[in-house]
Structure formats: structure tokens, C-alpha cells
């Protein structure tokens, strides 16, 4: 991507954020992307760079997707009349496909984060995530839409 371009895009959205689209303005918000893209240089040149940003979208699409529905889920769960009969709490064992610190990170953070689902643990050879679901159905079910949903998207996040 041109860098003319991002610092034109970048002086866009300082105006959309501090509500003013004056000259004085968006010269200021121009300064400022020009300042910023001077630290993240060799990161802005690279050709997959949109490619990456369209990635994040994705997983950020994905995981309030997936806040939505487990927070309707765990609603109706907890405000039926029989919901000791319902909940199957379960703690299951996750094989990692994804390997670096910053991936696992994310990946057990965004499984915290979704309702009725806690990231426990990683075992000592980082290949093993312990997981505690409110309801498990299955646990097959369960990390299948665990390796297909959150860890796909991080690999093609983090894939170079």
C-alpha cells in the first residue's frame, strides 16, 4: 500500500475520532500518521499488509460472533427453571495445533473471554490446552468449532 495513502487514511480517521475535519485538524492527525508510520515502517511496507489487517478483521468478526451466541446460550441456561439439569460442566483437553507464546495467548485469552468457557492451563510441552466448559455436549463437537473457529483464524493471522 502506497504510504501517501495510509498517512491520507490514517489523517481520515484522526478527524472521524477527534469530531473536527478542519484544515488545522487533519494537517495535525497528518503529522501524527506520518510520526507513527515512521515507527512501523518496515511493518507498513510489506505487500501483505492489507491481507493481514482484512486476517484481524476476520478473527475480530469471528470472536464477537461467538461472544454473541455463548452469551445467549449461557442466558438461557441460567435463567431456565431446571438448569441443574442442564449444565455438564466438563474440563477437556485441548491439542494446540498453533505453537509460539503469542499464539497460544490469544487463543486460550479468546476462549476466556467467550461466556461458559475458561482457559485453564497449558501443559508443560505447550501442546495441551485444559479447557472448563459450562455445558459440553461432546467433547469432539467442542474442539473441532475450537480448531476450525479461534485457532484457524490465528494461524492465518500469524502465517507469514
Known amino acids: 500500500m502506497n504510504f501517501a495513502l495510509i498517512v491520507l487514511i490514517l489523517a481520515i480517521v484522526w478527524g472521524a475520532v477527534t469530531g473536527s475535519f478542519g484544515i488545522m485538524n487533519l494537517l ?3 503529522a501524527v500518521a506520518v ?3 515512521f515507527f512501523v515502517r518496515d511493518r507498513v511496507t510489506r505487500p501483505n499488509f492489507l491481507r493481514r489487517i482484512w486476517r484481524v478483521l476476520s478473527l475480530v468478526g469471528l470472536f464477537l460472533y461467538e461472544l ?3 452469551a445467549i446460550r449461557v442466558a438461557v441456561l441460567v435463567a431456565s427453571p431446571d ?3 442442564k449444565i455438564h460442566p466438563a474440563i477437556i483437553a485441548y ?3 498453533v505453537t509460539s507464546d503469542a499464539e497460544i495467548t490469544l487463543l486460550a485469552n ?3 473471554l467467550t461466556p461458559g468457557t475458561l482457559s485453564i492451563d497449558v ?3 505447550r ?3 485444559y479447557v472448563h466448559a459450562l455445558e459440553l455436549r461432546s467433547e469432539e463437537e467442542t474442539v473441532q468449532s475450537i480448531r476450525t473457529g479461534f485457532e484457524a483464524k490465528i494461524l492465518e493471522v500469524f502465517e507469514p
Open 28 to 30: 495535525l492527525g497528518v
Open 35 to 37: 510520526i507513527a508510520l
Open 68 to 70: 454473541m451466541m455463548s
Open 83 to 85: 438448569m441443574k439439569r
Open 95 to 97: 491439542p494446540l495445533t
Open 110 to 112: 479468546l476462549i476466556t
Open 123 to 125: 501443559s508443560e510441552d
Open 127 to 129: 501442546k495441551t490446552l
